[in-house]
């Protein structure tokens, strides 16, 4: 079965296409089932607000998901759905999003996290190993509040935390054991292929997804996802790099949310 339940659209402000566009692009590449989870508004905040829909568009946006199952519900499945950073203050919105709006399910995508009173951006720190545990630590609280059906890219802290030493190791196991613990699928992220390589104490690797946190995810009880995180709608074709990295490194997948 050809899934994907990471998608976004133009609405973000960051990724281009309408969600019919992607919807199009998906049927094309002959997916069975798409999931359009573009990112959560962030009202009464001044988080990103910049890279996220207004809280106002919500309606719309899901009505623009209904119109394209309705339009294209014959030749693939459409899920609707939000990526959403976890502030335990919008219960109340996570709610209205399954209440209200229906979602079919909501992925977690931990970018920002709290440290010494402000939210910062996990690609915007430096990342000490002390740092590091406290992001975690938001990451795990994130994944127990209940509300989500999947940790996006898990290895996101690879972005500023380069090193494969005994920080990284453990910040993998904890987020790892969290995903064993609470039977979350975690997601093997495509999107991170197109940001290149880097530098690091072993040598050469892509910011995300990290080899040797996918080979420690084998010790562990854990679902994991393909994900294309997509933000043009030809990134669908990409599909085919996750499936190649997950070969390569022997990891068994689950194709449905």
Request: proline share 3%; hydrophobic share 35%.
């Amino acid at each position: 079965m050809k899934t994907n339940y990471h998608t976004h659209n133009y609405r973000c402000n960051h990724a281009v296409g309408t969600i019919e566009d992607y919807v199009k692009e998906a049927i094309k590449e002959e997916y069975d089932e798409i999931g359009i989870s573009d990112h959560l508004p962030h009202p009464g905040k001044n988080i990103d607000n910049g890279n996220r829909m207004a809280y106002e568009d919500l309606q719309i946006y899901f009505k623009e998901i209904d119109d394209a199952k309705e339009k294209y519900g014959d030749k693939i499945s459409i899920k609707k759905a939000i990526e959403c950073e976890y502030f335990e203050d919008y219960h109340w919105l996570y709610d209205e999003l399954k209440e209200k709006y229906k979602v079919d399910y909501l992925i977690l995508g931990v970018h920002f996290f709290p440290y010494k009173g402000e939210w910062v951006y996990v690609g915007g720190i430096k990342l000490t190993p002390e740092i590091l545990d406290i992001y975690v630590d938001y990451v795990i609280k994130s994944m127990e509040s209940g509300y989500f059906a999947c940790l996006a890219h898990p290895d996101l802290f690879g972005v500023r935390y380069r090193n494969w030493d005994e920080h990284s190791i453990k910040a993998s196991r904890r987020i790892l054991e969290a995903a064993e613990r609470l039977n979350m699928p975690i997601e093997v992220n495509i999107n991170g292929f197109k940001r290149g390589k880097v530098n690091y104490n072993l040598g050469e690797r892509y910011v995300y997804p990290i080899e040797e946190f996918w080979n420690l995810s084998k010790e562990y009880k854990v679902k994991r996802i393909l994900g294309v995180d997509a933000h043009l709608p030809e990134d669908l074709r990409n599909r085919y790099m996750g499936e190649e990295f997950a070969k390569k490194l022997n990891l068994e997948l689950i194709d449905k949310l």
